[in-house]
């Protein structure tokens, strides 16, 4: 087949972001989980610190997986879990 190319290797960190950090980070991991680095840098860029991905995986928008001792992100489908409710009372 000509025009096919398989994406299987670490694509790098070039990864352009709208100032919008949680909807690039939803966004880009929607298509392709992201290596811990590569999301730092997303973060410094945007001038965003690591509570964004906190809270992603807190109302379960995101996932963590190891991987060849590296971390991943990725976006989770369906229903999100709801957010802790701890504190409020």
């Not at 972001?17 to 992201?34: A, F, K, N, W």
């Not at 590296?70 to 369906?78: E, K, S, V």
């Amino acid at each position: 087949m000509s025009g096919v190319q398989y994406l299987i290797g670490y694509e790098g960190n070039a990864i352009s972001s709208t100032g919008q950090v949680e909807e690039d980070l939803l966004s880009i991991t929607s298509v392709r989980p992201m290596r811990e680095d590569g999301v730092r840098e997303l973060l410094r860029r945007a001038g965003a610190d690591w509570n964004v991905v906190d809270g992603l995986l807190e109302r379960g928008q995101l996932a963590e997986v190891k991987h060849q001792g590296h971390r991943f992100y990725l976006r989770r489908f369906g229903i999100p879990r709801k957010a802790p409710t701890r504190g409020l009372r």
